[in-house]
T-cell receptor, first 114, second 109 residues
Framework: GAVVSQHPSWVICKSGTSVKIECRSL??????MFWYRQFPKQSLMLMAT?????????EQGVEKDKFLINHASLTLSTLTVTSAHPEDSSFYIC??????????FGPGTRLTVT | QKEVEQDPGPLSVPEGAIVSLNCTYS??????FMWYRQYSRKGPELLMY????GNKEDGRFTAQVDKSSKYISLFIRDSQPSDSATYLC?????????FGKGTRLSVIA
C-alpha cells in the first residue's frame, strides 16, 4: 500500500507555543489529505480536509485559527497547533487518498502540551 | 443513531480462534468499506478494502459486505497474539470516511 509519513512522531511543548506537524505522501500524489485527532481509547475524530492549493475544510467545532492547515504541494500538508494548551494534548494523525478511494494513514504524532 | 456502529469490546479470544468483527451502518450512500488495524500509539493500517457486496479474502482475513442489511464483517482465521489490536471499520461515499469506534481485540497465547 501507499506510504504516508508524519513528522515529528512525538513532541512536547510549553503552553502558549505553536507546533507544526508535517504529513507527507511518499510514493504518490495526494490532492486531498485529512487530519484527525484521537484521544486514548477513542475513535478517530476528523478535524479537517486539506485540499492542495485551496483552503482547508474544517469540521464543526474545530477552530480554524487554532489549527492552521497548509497543503502547499501534492505530497505535503502541515498542521500547526497555535498557542497550544494542555487540552490540545492528543494523538494527531493524517491520511491521504490513494489512487482509488482507499485512505492511507500516517503513523501519528503524539503532542503533549505542558 | 450514529452513521457507523461498532461494538467497542474488548474481545478476548484464545490463539487459533476464528474472530468475527462487525459493523452496521445507516447511510445507503456509502459505496466502499474498509477495515483498519491500529496498534497502540500507532496510525491505523489499511487491512481490507471492498467496494461491493460479497466477500474478499486476503490470507487469514476475510471481509464481508451485505449492503441489503447494511452490515459489514471482518473474519480473522487462526488468530495470533500479534493480531491483538483495535480494529476500525470505515465507510465512505462522496464524503470523508466515517469510522466506527473500533473493537479492541486480544488474542491470548
Amino acid at each position: 500500500g501507499a506510504v504516508v509519513s508524519q513528522h515529528p512522531s512525538w513532541v512536547i511543548c510549553k503552553s502558549g507555543t505553536s507546533v507544526k506537524i508535517e504529513c507527507r505522501s511518499l510514493d504518490f500524489q495526494a490532492t486531498t489529505m485529512f487530519w484527525y485527532r484521537q484521544f486514548p481509547k477513542q475513535s478517530l475524530m476528523l478535524m479537517a480536509t486539506s485540499n492542495e492549493g485551496s483552503k482547508a475544510t474544517y469540521e464543526q467545532g474545530v477552530e480554524k485559527d487554532k489549527f492552521l492547515i497548509n497543503h502547499a504541494s501534492l505530497t505535503l500538508s502541515t498542521l500547526t497547533v497555535t498557542s497550544a494548551h494542555p487540552e490540545d494534548s492528543s494523538f494527531y494523525i493524517c491520511s491521504a487518498h490513494g489512487q482509488g478511494s482507499e485512505q492511507y494513514f500516517g503513523p501519528g504524532t503524539r503532542l503533549t502540551v505542558t | 443513531q450514529k452513521e457507523v456502529e461498532q461494538d467497542p469490546g474488548p474481545l478476548s479470544v484464545p490463539e487459533g480462534a476464528i474472530v468475527s468483527l462487525n459493523c452496521t451502518y445507516s447511510n445507503s450512500a456509502f459505496q466502499y468499506f474498509m477495515w483498519y488495524r491500529q496498534y497502540s500509539r500507532k496510525g491505523p493500517e489499511l487491512l481490507m478494502y471492498t467496494y461491493s457486496s460479497g466477500n474478499k479474502e486476503d490470507g487469514r482475513f476475510t471481509a464481508q459486505v451485505d449492503k441489503s442489511s447494511k452490515y459489514i464483517s471482518l473474519f480473522i482465521r487462526d488468530s495470533q497474539p500479534s493480531d491483538s489490536a483495535t480494529y476500525l471499520c470505515a465507510c465512505g461515499g462522496n464524503t470523508p470516511l466515517v469510522f466506527g469506534k473500533g473493537t479492541r481485540l486480544s488474542v491470548i497465547a
